[in-house]
């Protein structure tokens, strides 16, 4: 988690000058997890497909995966799929509470209003990849490498320290 947290800063302090208007209401931040689900929808079908169904899940790129698909290869994803492949399983449930857990990032934002009306925030992206990185930001907002991630735990806190930071920039 610790590495999550230093990969998210780093990539604030990168990103931070070029953000985006985010939204300026806590009841309106965005947690995007449609990257998450195409991904094991790519995944279910690794072995009823004749193709690689991982050529779909980075074609249907979310804003928040988009900067990262010309990294990201089909066929080497297709690869560390295969032979990470109980890992991948172990990190499937992770964002199952994520309804629960949105709303209490949002109280939390709330309250980081009150105390910083200039508070802004941007959407996070659930997306999964090559076990390569925890999260960074991008222009397009936050973006979480769920197949780093045991649980949501704390995710509350990070995400109301990255808010506090990009909106002071």
Known sequence: MKKLITIIFLGIIQTAIGQKDYSESP????????????????????????????????????????????????????????????????????????????????????ALKYWYPDASFPPVYFVVGMFTSGGTVSENGLVIGSEMLKNLDGLNGRLWKVVLILSAS
């Open 27 to 110: 009841l309106n931040a965005e947690f995007i997890t449609t990257d998450y689900d195409n991904f094991w929808k790519a995944f279910d079908k690794m072995d009823i497909s004749s193709k690689n169904p991982f050529i779909e899940y980075l074609d249907n790129a979310s804003e928040g995966l988009k900067p990262f698909v010309a990294y990201l290869n089909a066929d080497l994803l297709y690869q560390t799929v295969l032979k990470r492949k109980e890992g991948y399983l172990k990190s499937r449930p992770v964002i199952e509470g994520i309804t629960y857990k949105k709303k209490k990032v949002q109280a939390s934002y709330a």
